[in-house]
């Protein structure tokens, strides 16, 4: 019986390595370390596109509020205008005496109505005179808000075209970082197993 015993002990000198799969897990812990990191990437790259957008949108939306508020400004005006003309149109007759009243005072009724027709023509140049200014300053402002406008698409638009010239450069770096990566734990496993086998 004490033959049985000593067959089935392991020898002193045998050592029993466990045979694990390193290769597998190392390797995959690489490989999805380096797929979050391009993920996180391309998530950022949307987040800043969406971003991008959004202040375009934005800006869009401002603006045609903008030249709405002052088309909504012209016709208020255009209105009180005509709103004014109908109330003089109506007072006239009544601050107007009759014919004979401007007979009798040596004015004749054709002078009367030259004179209204100058007195309208002059109202007429007053009013552009006035309004001038601010039709120009409304048309510097339409002008410097397309500007604004098309400079914030371009800039968006450049701000693209050179990540996407990048991109494929980025993609080459990522490429070889990871195959590094994996060739280094590759060789740190190897040179494990070498060291172990040497002991």
Same mark, same amino acid.
Do not use: C
């Given at each position: 019986?004490?033959?049985?015993?000593?067959?089935?002990?392991?020898?002193? &000198?045998?050592?029993?390595?466990?045979?694990?799969?390193?290769?597998?897990?190392?390797?995959?812990?690489?490989?999805?370390?380096?797929?979050?990191? =391009?993920?996180?990437?391309?998530?950022?790259?949307?987040?800043?596109?969406?971003?991008?957008?959004?202040?375009?949108?934005?800006?869009?939306?401002?603006?045609?509020?903008?030249?709405?508020?002052? *088309?909504?400004? @012209?016709?208020?005006?255009?209105?009180?205008? *005509?709103?004014?003309?109908?109330?003089?149109? =109506?007072?006239?007759?009544?601050?107007? @005496? @009759?014919?004979?009243?401007?007979?009798?005072?040596?004015?004749?009724?054709? &002078?009367?109505?030259?004179?209204?027709?100058?007195? *309208?023509?002059?109202?007429?140049?007053?009013? *552009?005179?006035?309004?001038?200014?601010?039709?120009?300053?409304?048309?510097?402002? &339409?002008?410097?808000? &397309?500007?604004?406008?098309?400079?914030? =698409?371009?800039?968006?638009?450049?701000?693209?075209?050179?990540?996407?010239?990048?991109?494929?450069?980025?993609? =080459?770096?990522?490429?070889?970082?990871?195959?590094?990566?994996?060739?280094?734990?590759?060789? @740190?496993?190897?040179?494990?197993?070498?060291?172990?086998?040497?002991?």
């Amino acid at each position: 019986m004490a033959q049985k015993k000593m067959e089935t002990a392991p020898a002193p &000198d045998e050592k029993v390595i466990p045979v694990a799969e390193e290769p597998i897990a190392a390797g995959s812990f690489v490989n999805t370390f380096w797929d979050q990191f =391009e993920q996180s990437r391309e998530r950022a790259l949307k987040l800043r596109e969406n971003r991008e957008d959004a202040y375009i949108n934005a800006l869009r939306e401002v603006i045609k509020f903008n030249k709405q508020y002052r *088309k909504s400004i @012209g016709k208020l005006y255009e209105q009180a205008k *005509k709103t004014n003309m109908n109330m003089v149109a =109506e007072l006239m007759p009544q601050f107007n @005496g @009759g014919k004979e009243d401007l007979q009798e005072e040596g004015v004749p009724v054709n &002078d009367r109505e030259e004179l209204k027709q100058q007195l *309208k023509e002059v109202s007429r140049q007053l009013e *552009k005179l006035a309004l001038t200014p601010i039709r120009s300053i409304f048309h510097i402002v &339409d002008l410097l808000e &397309d500007n604004f406008e098309r400079n914030a =698409e371009s800039s968006a638009a450049y701000a693209r075209e050179r990540r996407n010239a990048w991109f494929q450069v980025r993609k =080459e770096y990522v490429k070889l970082a990871r195959n590094t990566h994996l060739n280094l734990v590759s060789r @740190g496993r190897n040179s494990f197993k070498e060291l172990v086998k040497t002991q």
